[in-house]
Antibody
Framework: QVTLKESGPVLVKPTETLTLTCTVS??????????VSWIRQPPGKALEWLAH???????SYSTSLKSRLTISKDTSKSQVVLTMTNLDPVDTATYYC?????WGQGTLVTVSS | DIVMTQSPLSLPVTLGQPASISCRSS???????????LNWFQQRPGQSPRRLIY???NRDSEVPDRFSGSGSGTDFTLKISRVEAEDVGVYYC?????????FGQGTKLEIK
């Protein structure tokens, strides 16, 4: 059974860096066609795609956030990590990781001093 | 970036009646391999999104057959043949043909 679970800080201060971890089970991150994306959703707003990492380690990013995002994976730990620099209150959102067929439960990150 | 435009943004529907959501992309979503990577997601209140439809018209497992997807090129439609109470939520289209991937604004389905 494929599952994904996001983890990371609940509260981050403005200008700080956010590091989120997606721990997957039921599949290997090295399996072909098993890429993982990060998506966020500000409270009451729409979904926004952030970044994707493919099984062959190809990475892609949101155009508007590209300069602030880094996605990576540790296959041995079954983890995909997203870092976002220079946080602002507008980055307050629930952050999801997903293979598209499966989604994590999401983790709410609040940016506030 | 490809812009995905959904309509309507709010959709009040009577139980048992059909519903239809439109999604238009700013350019054709046909990929070089011949496939069109247009997905539909459902997000029920308080839940994570769930994919309903992939590659325009393919239903994911355990998705009721009252959900169907159609379309081509830049125009796509999600249809619910008979709306049930459990269908309340927000529906998003998303293109996966080109990076960066992009979502529509979402359509909120509610029961009249």
């Amino acid at each position: 059974q494929v599952t994904l679970k996001e983890s990371g800080p609940v509260l981050v201060k403005p200008t700080e860096t956010l590091t989120l971890t997606c721990t997957v089970s039921g599949f290997s991150l090295s399996n072909a066609r098993m890429g993982v994306s990060w998506i966020r959703q500000p409270p009451g707003k729409a979904l926004e795609w952030l970044a994707h990492i493919s099984s062959n380690d190809e990475k892609s990013y949101s155009t508007s956030l590209k300069s602030r995002l880094t996605i990576s994976k540790d296959t041995s730990k079954s983890q995909v990590v997203l870092t976002m620099t220079n946080l602002d209150p507008v980055d307050t959102a629930t952050y999801y990781c997903s293979t598209w067929t499966k989604w994590g439960q999401g983790t709410l990150v609040t940016v506030s001093s | 970036d490809i812009v995905m435009t959904q309509s309507p943004l709010s959709l009040p529907v009577t139980l048992g009646q059909p519903a239809s959501i439109s999604c238009r992309s700013s350019q054709s979503l046909v990929y070089s391999d011949g496939n069109t990577y247009l997905n539909w997601f459902q997000q029920r209140p308080g839940q994570s999104p769930r994919r309903l439809i992939y590659k325009v018209s393919n239903r994911d497992s355990e998705v009721p057959d009252r959900f169907s997807g159609s379309g081509s090129g830049t125009d796509f439609t999600l249809k619910i043949s008979r709306v049930e109470a459990e269908d309340v939520g927000v529906y998003y289209c998303m293109q996966g043909t080109y990076r960066p991937y992009t979502f529509g604004q979402g359509t909120k389905l509610e029961i009249k």
